[in-house]
């Protein structure tokens, strides 16, 4: 099992930043991680991905360029730099984690069990 907890959401003007957080515990050893939002009315859709140890990432065309993740082994917490937010980009974010020993990163919704409760980003214009 794997627990996750999210922070660092908020309310921003468009142009600005935001950093997300999301804290992994129980059996995380090489577990991948992403973020997925969720806007009203709307599927659930991958943002980010990075892989166990941190060395591959992806991203969706969306968000490319404008948005980073990264990840801190040592505390089990994944991030997600956002800047040059978009109104568009409001949306309830969730964490999201594989089970164990999983190789590289993954945009697939299916390949998460675990989710966290999520996060509000309110992007105004």
């Known amino acids: 099992q794997v627990q996750l907890e999210e922070s660092g959401g908020g309310l921003v003007q468009a142009g600005g930043s935001l950093r997300l957080s999301c804290t992994a515990s129980?059996?995380?050893?090489?577990?991948?991680m992403g973020w997925f939002r969720q806007a009203p009315g709307k599927e659930r859709d991958f943002v980010a991905g990075?892989?166990?140890?941190?060395?591959?990432?992806g991203y969706a065309d969306s968000v490319k360029g404008r948005f980073t993740i990264s990840r801190d082994i040592a505390k089990s917490t994944i991030y997600l730099q956002m800047n040059s937010l978009k109104p568009e980009d409001t949306a309830m974010y969730y964490c999201?984690?594989?089970?164990?020993?999983?190789?590289?990163?993954?945009?697939?919704?299916?390949?998460?069990?675990?989710w966290g409760q999520g996060t509000q980003v309110t992007v105004s214009s």
């Open positions: 990075v892989s166990g140890f941190g060395r591959t990432t």
């Open positions: 999201a984690a594989t089970r164990p020993y999983y190789n590289g990163h993954t945009e697939a919704r299916t390949d998460y069990p675990y």
């Open positions: 129980g059996q995380t050893y090489s577990v991948a």
